[in-house]
Nanobody, 114 residues
Framework: QVQLVESGGGLVQPGGSLKVSCAAS????????LAWHRQTPGNKRELVAS???????NYADSVKARFTISRDNAKNTVYLQMNSLKPEDTAIYYC????????WGQGTQVTVSS
């Protein structure tokens, strides 16, 4: 069983930066793809960014050039560096992977507000 635990959310002013982390634990050999999704009340969860074991990344158009996803395979951790944050980035950010099934973290709240 794989567990994902996010950390690093919080309140930031528009134009500011924030970095969230997600640590994977449990019994597994390799997590091929790690991703960040986000969700706001009344809306579907949407993909923000993903990264595979080779470091190939994919971003939603709304965050390209502002957000950077990275991973540390030795620590089984994935990061999301968020720069130039906008109020519309406010959401609960969820870490995701697939290992025999969909696995989600509990989410971390990111609020962008002055």
């Amino acid at each position: 069983q794989v567990q994902l635990v996010e950390s690093g959310g919080g309140l930031v002013q528009p134009g500011g930066s924030l970095k969230v982390s997600c640590a994977a634990s449990g019994r597994f050999d390799r997590l091929w793809t790690l991703a960040w999704h986000r969700q706001t009340p009344g809306n579907k969860r949407e993909l923000v960014a993903s990264i595979n074991t080779r470091g190939s990344t994919n971003y939603a158009d709304s965050v390209k050039a502002r957000f950077t996803i990275s991973r540390d395979n030795a620590k089984n951790t994935v990061y999301l560096q968020m720069n130039s944050l906008k109020p519309e980035d406010t959401a609960i950010y969820y870490c995701y992977t697939y290992y025999g099934g969909d696995i989600w973290g509990q989410g971390t709240q990111v609020t962008v507000s002055s």
